[in-house]
Each structure stands twice: as C-alpha cells, then as structure tokens.
C-alpha cells in the first residue's frame, strides 16, 4: 500500500488500520447504541473500580477526537513508517509498545503521587469531619459531585482536593506515548535531519525539536494549565522509554543496528 510516494511498512499501515478503526467504530457504537467504548477501553488509575489490566494496552488505539488522532496517525506515519523500514519490523514493534507502556508507567507514577497526597488531604479532613469520605471512594465519583460536596463540608480544602483528582479521575487515551517514543528514537539516530511541520514555518533540526517538545510537556506535568486534560507525563513517558531502548540497542548490539 502506498500514499503518495511513501510505501507503507506493514506494521505501520495495519497501526493506522487500527487506530482509525477504532475511532470510528467508537462514533458508530456511540451513536446506534449509545455506548462509549471509550469508557471500556480507556487507561484508567488502577485503583479505580473500572480499571481493568486490558486498558494498559487498548487505550493507545483509542483517540478523543478527529484532530488527536490526526496528530497521531500523522506522526506515525511520518516517522514510524520511515523507523520501520530502516529498524525492520521486528525492532519497531518492541518500540512502538516499549514507549507506549513506558508512557502509561509514567502517567500511573504520577496519579500514585496524587494519590498519596490525596490520602493526606483526607486524613486531614478526617480529623475535623469523621464521616468524610475515603480516597478510594472520591476517585471513584465525578469531580462536579466532589466540589459539591466539598464546597458545603470543607471549603478551605476544596482546591487542594479537586488539584489532585483532576491528576487521578480523568481517563487516558491515545498513541501519543508511542508517538514520542518514535520521535526520540528518530532524534538520536537522525540528530541532523531537519523537520518542516505543520506550525512552523522555518525548518528545525530533530536533536532540538525533540528535547524542546519533551522539556514543554515536562513543565507543563509539573505545573499543569487548569482545565487541560493533556496526560503530559505520558508523553514524557514515552520518549524517555524510546530512548532509552534505542540507546541500548546502538551500544550492545550494533552489528544488527543502525
């Protein structure tokens, strides 16, 4: 199969298969039988009551809307189908899936820490307001209920309390994890390689496209925007694993490497 003049690699063509299915089976579901996949599929905190251990991997096929898949299928096929063909199939794949859980393990750590200072927060709470809830039992209720409820109980800590589960409840969704991943392999074999992309109008070498990509995702998980619902750390996640496995494989195995 081809787009344009590019030949898709196999692994490539069937991951944008998938993705794009899904999303769109997604849409179809939603609308003939008013059931969100999404609410199956979706990584959610483990200690959550609709976690379940399938999420982990089915949630990178899932995508929020048209313009986030794009952006995913868009990098996959600019970079993974080009990975692909020059790593074979074989490597691409332990890539692909390394920096997509990779991006999960990151995300997760970063929910455990809200979760400890949640516990904090409630144990505090505690000690004015006996019957106030447990921490498993806010994570498993909308945050609306929980402001609500807060607002009327202890309104000091409210702020605090939404803070850490807006870094907890939310679902997570997409091959970005994978997608940084394939980016910070991309960056350390081909540093030189000048990227012409879609918001910039000058070209930039891909040793500082991605670092400066990875750098604002890093800041922006340690100090996030109110209201964004960007997983920032499993970005981070995922170029932090993809380059750390390609960094393996060039120094211990290069006779079969790049």
Known sequence: MRIGNTELQPLTKNLLFINILLFLATKVVGYQFQYDL?????????????????????????????????????????????????????KYAILYFVAGFGAFLLHFLNQYFNYLELQSLVESAQLLEPTFPSGSVLINSSIPEINGYLAQTNPELSKSFVGCLENIIPQVVGASGCIYGLLAAFAYLFPNTELM??????????????????????????????????????????????LLLVIFWNKYNKRDFY
């Not at 990178?60 to 995913?72: C, P, V």
């Not at 991605?210 to 800041?219: A, Q, R, T």
């Open 38 to 90: 999404t609410e199956l599929l979706a990584a959610r905190f483990p200690a959550m009551n609709n976690f379940q251990p399938f999420q982990i991997l089915s949630h990178m096929f899932m995508h929020g809307s048209e313009m986030h898949l794009f952006y995913n299928m868009f990098g996959l096929f600019m970079f993974g189908n080009f990975l692909e063909k020059v790593i074979g199939t074989k």
């Open 197 to 242: 992309l879609l918001f910039l109008p000058f070209p930039i070498k891909a040793k500082y496209f991605v670092p400066i990509m990875v750098g604002i995702d890093l800041f922006l998980g340690v100090s996030p925007i109110e209201g964004s619902n960007i997983a920032h750390f499993a970005h981070v996640g995922g170029a932090l694993f993809g």
